[in-house]
């Protein structure tokens, strides 16, 4: 599943080297801020700041958190609250894959021309342990993904709530950590990393559950209408919705054809149920090199990566491990 050269490791001047310092919230031209809050009062202190400058500044702000945040700003904002774009993140961005492209860049490129500021909180207490290593590589491929523009990204993290690893992973992902004792560059800064250490084999599946639902098929080209009706036939009798067997037909069918044209030639599907989930999982002996690869807006992915795009705005979650061994790609649907 090659899609274009780069990698973890190319990230432009190596992990040190991607914009921002001590002055990252208002200088440039891009800006990475970890705003760790223990309480409500540290958590308003830090973004409403953030949000209020750049109004004042006329630039385009966009607030992406939980749901049972977005009152709580709101409320802070008063009047201000109008001239602000807000999206729940836990559903615009339950499937990490989907934020940059869905949410981050949607924004950033509705307004070119000049600098925006948006609050993204993709991590919060309750993310499962599947969700986070997509979590994490999300948060490190958002410097890569912004490097050079005029955007200043502010990502709040409960520091009360939340595992230690998720608090030392974001100063890995962040050039600037800001909380109760102020602002200061973090010299554990290195997102390379991060993408590297999550970049991990995926499971197998487990449980007698999961293993007595577990079926799979072998395909190459000539095979790509029946990897279609397997994946429809097999989600169903999994207990998928309608629709969302739909969305997971052609998940299957993007990932299938890529590994054709991409992936050697010929793949492996596999599908079972995982608690309130479906999972289906396309290998192949390909390996995505570009990091960035399905979480660019489609018009600007002229090397591949249209396919991957979709399925992350398709699916509830999306697992990737590469390697010059070949590619597992695994989708998550909820049941």
């Known amino acids: 599943m090659k899609v274009r050269p780069g990698g973890p490791d190319a990230i432009p001047g190596g992990p040190d080297a991607i914009s921002g310092g001590p002055d990252a919230i208002s200088g440039g031209p891009f800006a990475h801020p970890a705003l760790f809050y223990h309480d409500d009062e540290e958590y308003l202190a830090g973004i409403v700041p953030f949000v209020r400058a750049g109004r004042a500044a006329g630039e385009p702000v966009a607030v992406a958190v939980p749901a049972a945040r977005l009152p709580v700003l709101r409320d802070a904002l008063g009047a201000a609250a109008a001239d602000v774009a807000w999206l729940d993140m836990s559903e615009a961005g339950r499937n990490p894959g989907r934020i940059i492209p869905g949410v981050l860049r949607a924004f950033a490129d509705r307004h070119p021309g000049g600098r ?176 960035l690869a399905g979480r660019r807006p489609a018009e600007l992915s002229p090397h591949g990566g249209r396919g991957i795009l979709l399925v992350h705005h398709l699916a509830d979650l999306v697992r990737v491990h590469t390697g010059p061994e070949g590619t597992a790609v695994r989708v998550f649907m909820r049941r």
């Open 116 to 291: 925006v500021r948006i609050v993204g909180e993709p991590i919060w207490p309750g993310r499962s342990a599947e969700e986070y290593p997509a979590c994490a590589q999300h948060e490190a491929l958002i410097n890569l993904a912004f490097e050079g523009r005029e955007v200043s990204i502010l990502c709040p993290y409960d520091a009360a709530g939340l595992d230690p690893v998720a608090l030392a992973d974001a100063r890995a992902t962040h050039p600037v950590v800001i909380d109760r004792d102020g602002e200061r560059a973090s010299p554990e800064y290195a997102p390379g990393r991060v993408i590297r250490r999550y970049n991990r084999p995926l499971p197998e599946p487990r449980g007698a559950a999961s293993l007595a639902s577990l079926t799979s098929l072998a395909f190459g080209l000539p095979e790509l209408p029946e990897v279609r009706e397997f994946a429809r036939r097999a989600a169903a009798g999994l207990g998928l919705a309608p629709a969302s067997v739909d969305d997971l037909e052609i998940a299957v069918h993007e990932l299938a054809a890529n590994s054709c044209v991409h992936g050697g030639g010929s793949g492996t599907v596999r599908l079972w149920a995982e608690g309130g989930l479906v999972v289906c999982e396309v290998r192949d002996a390909g390996e995505i090199t570009d990091p």
